[in-house]
């Protein structure tokens, strides 16, 4: 289940770079791949709500320099390995993944065993990525509706 989701959010984002709306994004990809439509809703959701956070953060931060992408070192591929390091590459490219998104994830990757990370667990991190609320979450974000809760 989580790789499907995770499958559907890269889905999700390579329609959006597109310029594709919400619901022909849903309705094509709920079509072409058999997905629950769902799962789409939520995971376009996320995404949504990420983006928007991610904008309010640039906003409202002091702009910094920009930050370029991080190498890992020789220790650290060794660790991550480079199957699993592409697999997040891949990720980073299509937009689901930011650097500072990728950091976070490459620094919890470096808290497992040697040679036990394997995408599964990459997907849990990215997963984690789009639920954490501990962060930053706008008023009227959809993540904080809860099942009895009515949109007008």
Known sequence: MVTEIVEVLAKITEKMEKDITAEDVVETI??????????VAAAYSWIYEKINRNKYIQNSAQPD???????????EALQIGLKNYNYLLHFYNIGLLNTTDLEII???LKL????????EQINLLLLSL???MDNLTLPGSRMLLYSSDMIN
């Open 65 to 75: 320099s920009s930050k370029s992408l991080r190498t890992l070192s020789t220790e």
């Open 112 to 119: 497992f065993p040697e040679g036990t990370i394997n995408p």
């Open 130 to 132: 789009f639920l954490d």
């Open 106 to 108: 490459i620094d919890d």
């Open 30 to 39: 709920s079509r072409e791949s058999n997905y629950n439509r769902s799962v």
